[in-house]
């Protein structure tokens, strides 16, 4: 359902979203768009002597596709129509790698909504992302800034 306000939220929402898998693509184009060729990412001959033994996603890689699968909801289910900005994210960590055709989904919670003004708020989600074997990859809290209004829900 569309949310227009940070009113329209309550503690203790949940989403979650359809899963997308990770291909080889994506992580030779988000090498190629960051820069970052760690061979952990890029070379197969190197990887394969990691403890991982084989080529992972990069941690960023995760951690923007797994969030922004929150769209696939529709634009403002996670963000309102009211939204400003991003405005932060806390307690970022990657539990387990993420290697070329797992598939993840993104799990969240509205943790904390908070008044910062008569026109402002703070809406706080805490989101996993987790693989098809129901694993944990990677954990944040999100801080969206978003306006306040009437609930329209």
Known sequence: MEKRVLEDYTVG???????????????????????DWHPLHTDVPYAATTPFGERIAHGMLVLSVGSAL?????AWVMLPRSFIAFYGMDRVRFTKP??????????????????????????TWDGRILNQRDESCCLYVMKLLCGRGERTV
Request: without cysteine; aromatic residues 6%; hydrophobic residues 45%.
């Open 70 to 74: 929150a769209f696939r909801l529709g």
């Open 98 to 123: 993420v290697k070329i055709g797992d598939t993840l989904r993104l799990e969240a919670e509205v943790v904390s909504i908070e008044n910062k003004d008569e026109q402002r708020g703070v809406l």
């Open 13 to 35: 929402e949940r989403l979650v979203t359809p899963a997308r898998t990770i291909t080889e693509g994506d992580i030779v184009n988000f090498a190629a768009f960051t820069g």
